[in-house]
Each structure stands twice: as C-alpha cells, then as structure tokens.
C-alpha cells in the first residue's frame, strides 16, 4: 500500500474514530462505574 | 396509560445499540461503497462528513426530541409538536416508513436465503451468480417462504417488547455484525491488488467538490444512511429513560453509521479490485445495489480461497444489517398502531400479517420493489423536511435549550443555523432528483405507471396526502394523550 493512500486511509478512519472515541469518552467520562450510562440517564 | 408501567431501554448503552443497528442498514454495505467509488472517493468523503453535521445529526436530535418529550409515535409526536391540525405529518412520516417496511422485510428475507445457501455450502467455484440469482427470484415460492420468515422472526421480536425483544436481540446482532465486518475487511485489504480498490474509496480528486451532484450524492447518501427523517430514531426515543442524553447520542449514531460504511466499502471495493479485473469491478460498481451484491459478489466470493466461509459470512452480516433496521420499521408501525390503544403484542400480531400480506407484490415482481423503493425512498426526503418543519413550529431555539438540557456537550448555535438550512438542502436534493427523473426519462417522466419517473412519485404521495388529510382530525383524536398534550381536548384522546 502507498503512503498516499494510507495517509487519506488513517485521515478518514482515524478521523471519524477520534469523534466517535471522544463522544463515547463524554458518555462514559461522568460516571465510570457505569459505562454509557451518564449522569442524565 | 395510568396504571401500567412505561416500557423503556434498560440503559443507556441499550438505546445506542438499538439506534446505530438501526442506522446500519444493507445500504451501509451495498450503496455506499458503490456511490462513494463513483463520485471521488475522498472528495465524496468530506461532503458526506459535512451532511452528516449539518443533516443527520441536526434531524436525528430533532427526533429524539420529539419522541422523548411526547412520548408518542410519529403521529401522537407532530400532533404535540405542531398541533393537532398537523397530525397527518405524522401519519404521512409513519406511511412513507411502513411503505419501505413492506419491500425492506423482502429484501431481509433475500438476504437470509443466501446466508442460508452459502452456509449449508452453496456457493463454491463455478456457481453462476446472475443463473443463481434468476432461478431465485423467479420462484415465488421461495421468495415468499423468505419474506414470511424475516416478517415471522421480527414479529417475534417486537412481539416480546423493548427489553426483552428488542434489546436483546440487538445486543447481539450489532456486535456479531460488526465482528464479521472487522473480519471481512482485514481479509480484504490484505489481499494483493486491493490497494487500488481502496484507492477509489479514499484518495480524494478535489476537484469533484466543486461539482454539484457529488454534494447531492452524498447529501442523499447521508440522508438515506443515517435513518435521520425515517421517524425511526423518533420511535426508539419513546421509550428512552428520562433525560437521556440527546446531543452525544445522536453524534454517536451518525457518526458510527458512516465509519461502519467505511468498513463496508474497504470490504467490497478492496475484494471487487483485488480479485476481479478493473473493468470487471468498473461494471459490477454500474451493476446496482442488486446486481452488486446478489450477482457479482457471488461471482468473486466463490473464486477466492475459504469461498464457503467468506460467502456465509459476508450475507450473514447483510442478513444481521437487514434485519436490524427492518425490527425498527417494524417497531414504528407497531408503536403508532399501540398508540391507538392497541395491546403491543396484537399489535406485532396485526403488523406482521399486514407486512406479509402487503410485502407479497413486492416478493413476486422485482419491477414493483424497485418502484416502491424509488417512490418512498425519496419520499423519506419530505419525512425529513417535515421533522425540521414540526421543531422550527415548536420553536428552534426552545428545542436547542431543551437538548441542551440533557445533553454532556453543549450545543451551540451552529444546530439552529443548520435547521433553517434544512428546508433549503431539502429543495436542493429533492429537485435535483425530480430533475434526474425528467433527464433520465425524457418521454416518460410524467407517466405513473413507468418505474422510475416522477409520475409516480407524485401520484403515490398525492394519494397518501388525500387520505392523511382526510384522516386528520380523526387520528388526531383518536391517538392518546401523552405528557405534552393539551389538557382542554384530552378527555377524547386518553383511550389507553
């Protein structure tokens, strides 16, 4: 594989993961015990 | 209602595995990796990712407020949200989804024969797919056998309620489905030649973005996608605990939706590149979702080394996909049906016997589904304008408060700017398509009865219209009180 297209490959997939990663983290962040399961559920 | 106990997701992890198995659909697999090939691959990525902030994710906290504060199905939610002389959006939103169901619950039950087949060994070397393909759709016993079978299976599931059908069901075919994609595309992208395939999907040529139908392709495609504007999100968010999260978890949903296309499309193209010749996987990517899929990926799968395994794995997950979102529609139609006092489990009952009864034309003549899928696929576009309609009614910038209410980010004013863009966006996608049909067609476009043509759209809607227009004031009666309901009209509308 180039190094072009592992470039755009780990932008996209990586971008994508990051905001997910980090919606998931803001989920799971407020009450750990409890994973997923925030302090508004 | 009073008395007996609301149904509700048993966790907040519940409703986002409910809600992304329902976004990822057959289209996640066989659509996008097709369309994002043809219209410039990275280019089409980033008016995708741009769709999905300024469409998908504004309509899906839309629904998720709608249905989490009326507490009713679609046609209860625009009543409460609108007001009762609106009601009919409801109903139309509700109609253009169960017109989807009726052809979808085929299309899971095609799935599941060739699960079936190539799990009891069916597709190995020298299987013919375009041979295998006709014999299966010309025999209508077996079409309709499958089709029965994906509707008996759902019914059952939404038979069993939230927690003990839903819940549970999901919990394990999202997991197992992206498990078998993780799979799928880890063989992919290590076969030799498959760095070409995946070269379609993501290096981008700019200069398609300053065309205008790739923006529409991928507008569409998100819209499509992401179930924002089905009612689907709208339904599941119903029976959400209180103050559940709203913000995070629409961004959850879309944007798992999306990466799950990735995934899809490494898969497919990477294959299709690395195994077949260029013009081969060029005329495979122009075969449609159908030929694509049921035809071509038959073909490959059977040459390449653990055919059978690879086979069964790949419908498995279009089979898990399919039946996830089908279980959603279902759940709509069954949700608006309860709402008017119907005990859940008669109403799976009567649901699952009209899906049947009304899946069959679908079943027996392809020429049908395809007008059916042209005609209320599209239609889910004026579903979601209609979802940006009943907030912007409610108040825009009293919706974003009360999202904020319950949501661990903060969302800002770019979700108000978005909404009044919606309307916008829709005339721009849904001319675009109207125009599609009259450049396609150019002596049949108006015709009803062609396939295709914007004839029968408008035909079909005008005739779903008249009948929700008729049935306003009736449904607006008849569907129950939830908590958002004016009290001065209630004693008629609490019958449950």
């Known amino acids: 594989m180039d190094i072009e297209l592992l470039t755009w490959m780990l932008f996209f997939i990586g971008g994508y993961a990051a905001v997910l990663g980090l919606l998931l983290r803001k989920a799971i962040w407020k009450d750990p015990k409890d994973p997923l399961d925030g302090p508004t559920g | 209602m009073a008395g007996e106990e609301r149904e509700q997701w048993?966790?907040?992890?519940?409703?986002?595995?409910?809600?992304?198995?329902?976004?990822?659909?057959?289209?996640?697999?066989?659509?996008?990796?097709?369309?994002?090939?043809?219209?410039?691959?990275?280019?089409?990525?980033?008016?995708?990712?741009?769709?999905?902030?300024?469409?998908?994710?504004?309509?899906?906290m839309c629904e998720f407020l709608m249905g989490s504060r009326s507490r009713l199905g679609n046609i209860g939610a625009f009543r409460d949200f609108m007001g009762p002389r609106n009601t009919w959006a409801g109903a139309f939103m509700a109609c253009v989804t169960i017109g989807i169901m009726f052809y979808y619950s085929v299309v899971a039950g095609w799935c599941i024969?060739?699960?079936?087949?190539?799990?009891?060994?069916?597709?190995?070397?020298?299987?013919?797919?375009?041979?295998?393909?006709?014999?299966?759709?010309?025999?209508?016993?077996?079409t309709i056998g499958y089709h029965a079978a994906a509707v008996a299976f759902t019914a059952g599931v939404v038979f069993r309620g939230i927690k003990g059908g839903l819940e549970r069901v999901l919990k394990i075919f999202l997991p197992a489905l992206l498990f078998i994609l993780l799979v799928l595309a880890v063989r992919a992208v290590t076969l030799p030649g498959s760095g070409e395939g995946l070269r379609y999907l993501f290096v981008p040529e700019w200069s398609l973005l300053l065309s205008g139908r790739v923006w529409l392709e991928a507008f569409t495609q998100v819209a499509w996608s992401t179930g924002a504007g089905w009612g689907l999100m709208m339904v599941y968010a119903v029976y959400a605990r209180d103050r559940e999260d709203i913000g995070v978890n629409?961004?959850?949903?879309?944007?798992?939706?999306?990466?799950?296309?990735?995934?899809?499309?490494?898969?497919?193209?990477?294959?299709?590149?690395?195994?077949?010749?260029?013009?081969?996987?060029?005329?495979?990517?122009?075969?449609?979702?159908?030929?694509?899929?049921?035809?071509?990926?038959?073909?490959?799968?059977?040459?390449?080394?653990?055919?059978?395994?690879?086979?069964?794995?790949?419908?498995?997950?279009?089979?898990?996909?399919?039946?996830?979102?089908?279980?959603?529609?279902?759940?709509?139609a069954t949700t608006n049906l309860m709402n008017f006092g119907v005990e859940r489990r008669r109403a799976a009952v009567w649901v699952g016997l009209a899906t049947f009864l009304f899946g069959i034309p679908s079943a027996v003549n392809i020429t049908f589904l395809d007008n059916q899928d042209w005609v209320w696929g599209v239609g889910l576009l004026?579903?979601?304008?209609?979802?940006?309609?009943?907030?912007?009614?409610?108040?825009?910038?009293k919706a974003r408060a009360e999202i904020n209410e319950t949501s661990d980010v903060h969302i800002g004013?770019?979700?108000?700017?978005?909404?009044?863009?919606?309307?916008?966006?829709?005339?721009?996608?849904?001319?675009?398509?109207?125009?599609?049909?009259?450049?396609?067609?150019?002596?049949?476009?108006?015709?009803?009865?062609?396939?295709?043509?914007?004839?029968?759209?408008?035909?079909?809607?005008?005739?779903?219209?008249?009948?929700?227009?008729?049935?306003?004031?009736?449904?607006?009666?008849?569907?129950?009180?939830?908590?958002?309901?004016?009290?001065?009209s209630s004693s008629d509308r609490s019958r449950v």
């Open chain 2, 10 to 60: 048993g966790s907040r992890v519940a409703i986002i595995v409910a809600a992304v198995a329902m976004a990822v659909g057959t289209g996640n697999i066989w659509r996008f990796p097709r369309v994002a090939a043809e219209w410039g691959g990275g280019a089409f990525l980033v008016a995708v990712t741009v769709g999905v902030v300024v469409w998908a994710v504004p309509l899906l």
């Open chain 2, 113 to 142: 024969r060739y699960f079936v087949v190539a799990a009891t060994g069916g597709m190995q070397p020298g299987i013919e797919g375009q041979a295998f393909w006709d014999e299966f759709i010309g025999s209508p016993v077996e």
């Open chain 2, 250 to 332: 629409s961004g959850i949903i879309a944007f798992s939706d999306v990466l799950v296309g990735f995934v899809a499309a490494a898969i497919i193209l990477g294959t299709l590149f690395a195994v077949a010749p260029d013009e081969v996987a060029a005329e495979a990517l122009a075969a449609g979702n159908v030929g694509l899929t049921f035809i071509y990926i038959v073909d490959l799968l059977a040459t390449m080394p653990g055919a059978a395994v690879l086979s069964a794995l790949f419908f498995l997950a279009l089979a898990l996909a399919g039946i996830s979102s089908f279980i959603a529609m279902f759940e709509l």
């Open chain 2, 382 to 397: 004026i579903s979601g304008l209609l979802t940006a309609l009943a907030v912007t009614r409610y108040g825009i910038e």
């Open chain 2, 413 to 488: 004013r770019w979700w108000s700017v978005c909404m009044r863009m919606i309307p916008v966006l829709f005339v721009g996608i849904f001319g675009w398509w109207v125009y599609q049909s009259v450049v396609d067609h150019p002596d049949t476009w108006w015709n009803p009865f062609e396939t295709f043509s914007t004839g029968t759209m408008v035909v079909q809607w005008l005739v779903l219209f008249l009948v929700v227009f008729a049935l306003n004031d009736f449904l607006a009666r008849r569907v129950r009180a939830g908590p958002m309901t004016e009290t001065t």
